[in-house]
């Protein structure tokens, strides 16, 4: 005669793996296939957890990169800054091609510049050269690949060929 099942056939068994703690309380005929499935359940559980452990270290790497080049452009600027106030050059013996470095240092040729601007640049700044002066010192800039000119005879337009911090510096 077969009746309903007793608490005496019922098992209670109690798991701990890892952050997990399970209680399974079944029939005991029903132990193996019931621990079977919890089982299974806690590693697929742990597989996900992996899965996201290892995006979150991905993500972490990807943020640190991230952070890194925010902080290198940071102290680019910084440096940047700091060299174009190192290259101030003091209007005694002040040379045409050293203004004019120091104008390309501080991002003055990022975009294209007529012979005029750059003569009323200068003038601007305290210093008066003549436009043949100005004119044969970005022509030897242009030489020495440093500046590009683009437009036509007396009316060229002057512009970095680089970004500065790529030109070394001779101050």
Known sequence: MSGPATSADEVRIRLKHHDWE????????????????????I??????DFILNSHI?????????IKSKINSEYVNQNIKSTDVTHRTVHKTGATCRSLLEELLYEG????????????EELSRR?????????????TDMVRESI???VGSLRNYRYIQKRPASEIASPL
């Open 147 to 149: 500046l590009t000119r």
């Open 43 to 48: 590693d697929n559980a742990s597989h996900v």
């Open 126 to 138: 305290g210093y008066n050269y003549d436009r043949t002066a100005v004119s044969h010192s970005l």
């Open 108 to 119: 003055y040729f990022e975009t294209e510049k007529l012979l005029g601007d750059v003569h």
């Open 22 to 41: 399970i209680e399974v309380t079944c029939l005991e005929s029903k132990v193996k296939e019931v621990m079977e499935n919890v089982l299974s359940s």
């Open 57 to 65: 270290a991905e993500l972490k790497k990807e943020i640190d990169f």
